[in-house]
Structure formats: structure tokens, C-alpha cells
């Protein structure tokens, strides 16, 4: 599948859009179905996320002040069973930033930037 998984509270699902719209290659499926309400098969949207986030080249989780993830951290455990780099931003205080394949960054904008710089060809040994 490749591309950047994004990981967050559904809220933010709208900025997501916007981002894939822009060209980030975003491939999280539930940021089309974010706002409440719209999810109308709860078992197919959690064996998506599942999917999606263990295929995809990239995960970004975001935790911004006052939210508390809870399906991110699924889909983060999901990406990295599965050998995926993930990047956190504002997930410091969870002990998950010691594995291996987490990289904790500054900002939203340091974690899309690697996410990106992690999907760029890599030159031939």
C-alpha cells in the first residue's frame, strides 16, 4: 500500500484531508468518515485501520495538548508489529517512543518532514 499513515483523535481528521488534498500522501481511509456519525461499519473501519497502518511505508501519530489517544495506539502497535517507522509528535510522556522504530520529533511539521524524507528512494548501496 505505502504511502503515511496518519494516527490522531478523529477530530483532526478534517486537517488530514486537507493535507492528502495538498499532495501529502496520506492513505488513512478514516479521515474520510471522521466526523461523528459517519462510520456505519465500526468492524470494517477497525480492520482497515489495521491494514492500512501495518502497509504503510510511514506512520505519523499526533498528540496535541488535551487529547487523549486511544485507537492511535492501536494503529501504532499495528504499524510497528509489522516493521513500520513511526513518527510521534506530542507523545513524549508514553514509554511506546523507546522502540526501536519511534522516532519522537518536535512538532507535527518535524514528523510529516521525516515520514516524507522516509519514503524518498533510497540510492543503491
Do not use: N
Not at 501504532?76 to 513511526?86: F, M, S, T, W
Not at 508514553?94 to 519514503?119: G, I, K, N, W, Y
Amino acid at each position: 500500500m505505502g504511502g503515511i499513515y496518519i494516527a490522531s483523535k478523529a477530530i483532526h481528521g478534517p486537517e488530514w484531508r486537507a493535507l492528502r488534498a495538498a499532495g501529502i500522501p496520506i492513505t488513512s481511509s478514516w479521515i474520510d468518515e471522521s466526523e461523528p456519525g459517519a462510520t456505519q461499519d465500526w468492524p470494517d473501519l477497525w480492520a482497515r485501520c489495521i491494514q492500512e497502518a501495518s502497509q504503510a511505508q510511514a506512520l505519523v501519530v499526533i498528540a496535541r495538548p488535551g487529547d487523549v489517544l486511544k485507537g492511535a495506539w492501536v494503529e501504532v502497535g499495528a504499524a510497528l508489529a509489522a516493521g513500520v517507522a513511526v513518527f510521534g509528535a506530542g507523545t513524549d510522556a508514553h514509554s511506546v517512543r523507546h522502540h526501536p522504530l519511534f522516532t519522537l520529533c518536535a512538532d507535527e511539521a518535524a514528523a510529516f518532514a521525516q515520514a516524507m524524507r522516509h519514503l524518498s528512494p533510497h540510492p543503491p548501496p
